[in-house]
């Protein structure tokens, strides 16, 4: 068994890293430093630089270790391959909430898993502006800006807060949600997972909902998550798994596997 590094060792790595390259660059970013990955998925200057700088950290705290980075599959995507390796991975998303840190939206987050054996052992959520640490390694639960967190009980149905990504997906499920969302509360959009993770966490939301599910969106957040007491599944039921980028069914993150039934019935008219 690889030995796990400190868990707090690692959240001031990503601290210093997002503090030293991330915040001093929001909202002064030139124009030449911004540009499209692909039509709407935008890179700056910052999420390169805070990616680097992880690297860099990372690998020393855990020699042989290897970096699989959003910008550097970006690149070269044959680095996915080796979160299926028996080998320690970190899974990296220097600036989760690109399109709001380029547009001076202050909803951004760095987030980071270790991976091992294709399992998610460690995960951390950082959101710079407001210096709050998210962070778990297996077994030992989740904290929460310090202090170890369990999920709140949820309300009632009908006052659950939460988020839907279901853009470009199946137009009858949308439908069904939209038809649905007198049974539920509020939606709540934060354009960042990251940020949308900790606020289930502190029980301001309940629920989000994800088609999109690269690695380093999620495997840190649903980590601490489920740490924390909360389910993810995709809506037909099967688990969540770190190597599955395109999956038929959405991710559903709830804060609690009776919230999670009571929305993929409710919300979405998908009975057991």
């Known amino acids: 068994m690889t030995n796990l590094p400190d868990t707090d060792a690692v959240a001031s790595l990503i601290r210093e890293a997002a503090q030293t390259e991330a915040v001093p660059r929001f909202q002064s970013l030139a124009a030449h430093e911004i540009k499209e990955k692909s039509p709407g998925d935008l890179v700056t200057i910052a999420d390169v630089e805070t990616e680097r700088a992880l690297n860099k950290a990372l690998s020393a705290l855990m020699p042989g270790s290897t970096m699989v980075g959003e910008e550097a599959v970006s690149e070269n995507p044959a680095l996915l391959e080796a979160l299926k390796g028996e080998g320690a991975c970190w899974l990296i998303d220097p600036i989760d909430g690109t399109i709001n840190y380029a547009n001076g939206v202050p909803l951004f987050a760095t987030m980071v898993a270790l991976v091992i054996g294709g399992e998610t052992v460690g995960g951390w959520v950082y959101d710079p502006m407001h210096d709050v640490m998210a962070m778990a390694e297996k077994g030992s639960g989740a904290y929460l800006d310090g202090q170890r967190t369990v999920l709140p009980d949820p309300p009632d149905m ?21 038809r649905n969302f007198g049974a539920v509360g509020p939606l709540m959009v934060l354009h960042c997972a990251g940020l949308e993770y900790q606020m289930i966490l502190r029980g301001r939301m309940h629920y989000a909902l994800y088609v999109w599910t690269n690695p380093w969106d999620h495997a840190p957040g649903l980590f601490i998550l489920e740490e924390a007491g909360g389910h993810a599944a995709r809506l037909d039921g099967s688990p969540y798994d770190v190597n599955v980028v395109r999956h038929p069914w959405p991710l559903l993150a709830a804060a609690g596997r009776e919230p999670w039934r009571q929305l993929r019935e409710g919300l979405f008219g998908l009975p057991e």
């Open 158 to 178: 009908e006052r659950y807060s939460g988020c839907l990504h279901l853009s470009g997906y199946d137009r009858e499920l949308a439908a069904t949600a939209a």
